[in-house]
């Protein structure tokens, strides 16, 4: 069986965090280990209170799973602060071995809530992104990492892309789900080029956790072995159908339905 490492924080609603990645990797059957960064108490209407876990302990808990049973893919999403970001990158570098690292650099809830401070930024361009074999974020974290404009057209996810990747990222790719318009697309810049995805935009408040689902996903698809553009295109696909049979749960932004065929 193959595993996954994700390292980030719990949402107690089950629809995004730690939680939404061990169904996914459960989904794809890859075997999922966590390294929890924070402990949110939220639900579908938001974040009502976050408490984060010293780095002291979010490192232990890498290091001991990474050396006792391994990964064969990390992914990282909430790393709230600077001295988080150095001690999770680390750990990878020390324990991960070749493992593909997929960074989602979570930054706001769907709610709205921030969940990363201003010098965790700094830290993540510096630390993470080089070692990063995807980096997955969505037009307002790229224009934060950045510390440019706003994103709005298709070109704009193309041309942060390229500046992301010259960051050190190895491969970026930009999310457009904020953009307007009937379809979502989606830009991945890579060293093999650059191609674009389409897919029409599903018209619903059910996609919470949509971020984290992707990334997890395409780790897990890393995991399995798949090339990078397979994993993308697999993931991509699976989101998609975890959106369209979304259960309806909760009074606001309600989860995916994780448990469709990956």
């Given amino acids: 069986m193959r595993r996954l490492l994700i390292v980030a924080g719990s949402d107690s609603g089950g629809g995004a965090g730690i939680q939404a990645d061990i169904k996914t990797a459960t989904a794809h059957g890859v075997y999922a280990m966590t390294a929890i960064t924070a402990i949110t108490v939220q639900d579908t209407n938001g974040v009502h209170g976050v408490h984060l876990i010293p780095d002291a302990t979010i490192a232990d808990q ?14 990282t999403g909430m790393l709230h602060s600077a001295g988080t970001i150095a001690a999770v990158a680390a750990e990878i570098a020390r324990g991960a071995g070749e493992a593909p690292l997929v960074v989602d650099p979570v930054m706001v809830a769907k709610g709205g809530a921030r969940l ?14 080089p070692q990063a074999t995807l980096l997955t974020p969505n037009a307002p974290e790229a224009a934060a990492l950045l510390g440019g404009a706003e994103l709005t057209t298709q070109r704009d996810l193309i ?14 790719l930009m999310k457009g789900g904020h953009l307007a318009g009937d379809m979502v697309f989606d830009a991945l810049i890579s060293e093999e ?11 619903t408040a059910h996609t919470h956790g949509t971020g984290c689902t992707l990334a997890s996903a395409i780790a897990s698809n890393l995991a399995l072995g798949r090339p990078l553009k397979d994993a993308v295109k697999a993931a991509r696909s699976y989101v998609q159908q975890a959106i369209a049979a979304a259960p309806g749960l909760g009074h606001g932004h309600g989860p995916l339905n994780h448990m469709v065929k990956a």
């Fill in 159 to 172: 041309v942060a892309g390229r500046g992301l990747r010259g960051l050190g990222a190895k491969a970026v």
């Fill in 62 to 75: 890498m290091r001991v799973v990474l050396a006792d049973i391994g990964t064969d893919a990390v992914k």
């Fill in 193 to 203: 080029g650059e191609e674009v995805f389409a897919s029409p935009r599903l018209r």
């Fill in 116 to 129: 990363i401070d201003d010098t965790a930024i700094a830290a993540m361009k510096k630390l993470l992104l």
